[in-house]
């Protein structure tokens, strides 16, 4: 059977099933209808974060969200190119200018240590990644951006669920974004949300997914439509009951990989971080240095019904839309050419089955 680098949660049908039955009746389907507040409160409440505001998928609430910090035209933001080209799109999109800054070779998040060198007098913001659900250096970004008047709006599409000091990734800079793609560790088929503390942005996030319509007379933004539709909510409702649940299936998996895979020369795994609760997102294996390399190692697994990624090659700064932006090039961000050359992303999903990860691990080992 083929086995796929994740494979969606979903509640059972019977559950989903209930979950939606009274849209039969209210017939209220979108436009922030029961389910969509519902499940916007149970995510302040599991986020342990004032406001969580839904959106129809990641990349829009990312891309609200910028907007939202009301920059420049033409202003720089910092931010990593080992990230899904989305990030780095919802910068450009913006009419900002991402600047590449190199990763750093322990979790692949930004370095922290490089972002200042990078910064000039049109530096208005840093957008960070919390890549495969690691956490970024959210002190010294936070430090690095009080002294330099910036904005820090995280991507943690990859971070739902995880704690850095026993607080939830939704709670650091000024936003931070998740993905509640059907592809993450929680989703609602498509889906996002942004997550900030300040109540000054409550009525702008809400404007904004809604075409920027404030009431029935007032239009306050030039915004699009990215609202969370009640099919989408509902979705969420049912995965957030047995988010908890399927997170520690995913750390049974990740633990059979590090039994097979520990100690193999040629195979670099991140370590686990400190003072982190982890949500086991992906199983990232750099290939590094060994006779076969990592593309041989894809074909090998594809050959046998087995799907990898190499998540993420290319680097985002070597699209052909980014290339030949003043900021692009590899040569500028040799730790994430590296790691993009020699990354393989190998199938992690809580139902990803012993005998499965044995002959995962026995086609890399061979
Ligand atoms: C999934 C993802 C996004 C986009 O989220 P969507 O919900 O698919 O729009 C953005 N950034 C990263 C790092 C992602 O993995």
Known sequence: MRINVTRSSMPSFEEYAEEIRELWDTRWLTNMGSKHEELQRSLEEYLGVPHVILYTNGHLALENA???????????????????????????????????????????????????????????????VHVYGNVCDVE???????????????????????????????NFGDMSMFSFHATKVFHTIEGGAVCFRDDALVQEMNDRKNFGIRNAEECAYIGGNAKMNEFQAAMGICNLRHLEGEIEKRKEVW????????????????????????????????????????????????????????????????????????????????????????????????????????????????
């Open 255 to 366: 633990k059979h990989y590090h039994g097979r895979l520990d100690g193999v020369p040629g195979i670099v795994m991140p370590a686990p971080q400190a003072d982190t609760k982890p949500n086991y997102a992906y199983f990232p294996v750099i290939f590094d240095g060994h006779k076969y390399g990592r593309d041989e190692a894809a074909a090998r697994l594809a050959e046998n019904g087995i799907f990898a990624r190499k998540y993420f090659y290319p680097l985002t700064s070597d699209y052909e839309c980014y290339r030949g932006w003043p900021t692009a090039g590899r040569k500028t961000t040799p730790v994430a050419a590296y790691v993009a050359d020699r990354v393989l992303t190998l199938p992690m999903y809580a139902d990803l089955e012993p005998d499965d990860i044995d002959r995962i691990c026995d086609i890399i080992l061979e």
């Open 140 to 170: 010294k970004i936070a430090e690095i951006a009080k002294k330099h008047h910036l904005k820090v709006v995280y991507d943690a599409a990859h971070a739902f669920a995880v704690r850095y000091k026993g607080v939830s990734t939704a």
């Open 66 to 128: 910028i907007a939202a910090m009301d920059l420049p035209r033409g202003g720089e933001v910092i931010t990593t190119p080992f990230t899904f080209v989305s990030t780095t799109h919802a910068i450009s999109r913006n009419g900002l200018v991402p600047v590449f800054c190199d990763i750093n070779d322990r979790d692949y998040t930004i370095d922290a240590d490089r972002i200042e060198s990078l910064i000039t007098e049109k530096t208005v913001a840093i957008v960070p």
